[in-house]
């Protein structure tokens, strides 16, 4: 589903369970299909291409570049934070505050050819996420996700260091997250995405994904 489209960039609203970019044991990507759209537009020597990722089972919005120089442009406004994105999140337990920052270092590690990410105080990159209740439940909460910074399943596993693991994140929250009932997939949805100072006047771009996502539907 395309949300945006201009002569710049293309933003669609990824299903979750289509990973962004290949590799072992995927069939198909999201860059792959990009690469397809590439071959057939060959004599066009400006290419559609990825300028950030969402996680394979993470459903939402997704920003694509169009050619080299909007790439650019739009790495840099991520490098300094000039793209701003909201995620909406359903997690294990009642949260008690309205609203918080989360700010905990996190680093890679290799677990059995599988990278993982863990909390490292120490030696571990800055990872800092604001958050907001939306709504509690008997025993979960819908929650809203502002990432300032960009790290690998930051949020994901931000959510599972303060106590509250996003619903069906395996990885990160164990077989106690999983409820099937709810939905069949991770509940973690990319809503909206903003870029500051994306046109030639030096006004935003805002876009807001206003459909329900399906983990909220059996609620």
Same mark, same amino acid.
């Given at each position: 589903?395309?949300?945006?489209e201009?002569?710049?960039?293309?933003?669609?609203?990824?299903?979750?369970?289509?990973?962004v970019?290949?590799?072992?044991?995927?069939?198909?990507? *999201?860059?792959?299909?990009?690469n397809?759209?590439?071959? /057939?537009t060959?004599?066009?020597?400006?290419?559609?291409?990825l300028?950030?990722?969402?996680?394979? $089972?993470?459903?939402? =919005?997704l920003l694509?570049a169009?050619?080299? /120089? *909007?790439?650019?442009?739009?790495?840099?406004?991520f490098?300094?934070k000039?793209? /701003? @994105?909201?995620? =909406?999140?359903?997690?294990?337990?009642r949260?008690n505050k309205?609203?918080?920052?989360?700010?905990?270092?996190?680093?890679?590690?290799?677990?059995?050819?599988?990278?993982?990410v863990?909390? $490292?105080?120490?030696?571990?990159?800055?990872?800092?996420?604001?958050? @907001?209740?939306? @709504?509690?439940?008997?025993?979960?909460?819908?929650?809203?996700?502002?990432?300032?910074?960009?790290?690998?399943?930051q949020?994901?596993?931000?959510?599972?260091?303060?106590?509250n693991?996003? *619903?069906?994140?395996?990885?990160?929250?164990?077989?106690?997250?999983?409820?099937?009932?709810?939905?069949?997939?991770?509940?973690?949805?990319?809503?909206?995405?903003?870029?500051?100072?994306?046109?030639?006047?030096?006004?935003?771009?805002?876009?807001?994904?206003?459909?329900?996502?399906?983990?909220?539907?059996?609620?």
């Open positions: 589903e395309i949300k945006f201009d002569e710049k960039i293309i933003i669609i609203n990824k299903p979750s369970g289509i990973p970019q290949g590799g072992s044991g995927i069939n198909l990507s *999201i860059n792959d299909a990009l397809i759209i590439n071959q /057939k060959s004599k066009n020597l400006e290419k559609w291409q300028v950030h990722r969402l996680d394979k $089972d993470t459903s939402g =919005l694509i169009k050619n080299s /120089k *909007i790439a650019d442009f739009l790495t840099s406004s490098k300094n000039d793209i /701003k @994105k909201t995620y =909406l999140a359903l997690v294990k337990g949260i309205d609203n918080g920052i989360i700010d905990i270092p996190l680093r890679k590690k290799m677990l059995n050819k599988n990278e993982k863990y909390p $490292d105080i120490e030696n571990g990159k800055s990872a800092i996420t604001h958050f @907001k209740l939306i @709504k509690n439940f008997s025993n979960f909460s819908l929650i809203e996700l502002k990432p300032i910074t960009g790290r690998t399943h949020l994901r596993v931000h959510c599972k260091e303060i106590g693991p996003i *619903i069906n994140d395996i990885k990160y929250g164990g077989k106690e997250v999983i409820n099937r009932k709810i939905s069949a997939r991770m509940c973690l949805h990319s809503q909206y995405i903003a870029i500051e100072k994306y046109y030639e006047d030096g006004s935003s771009l805002e876009i807001k994904d206003n459909s329900t996502p399906d983990f909220l539907k059996n609620i």
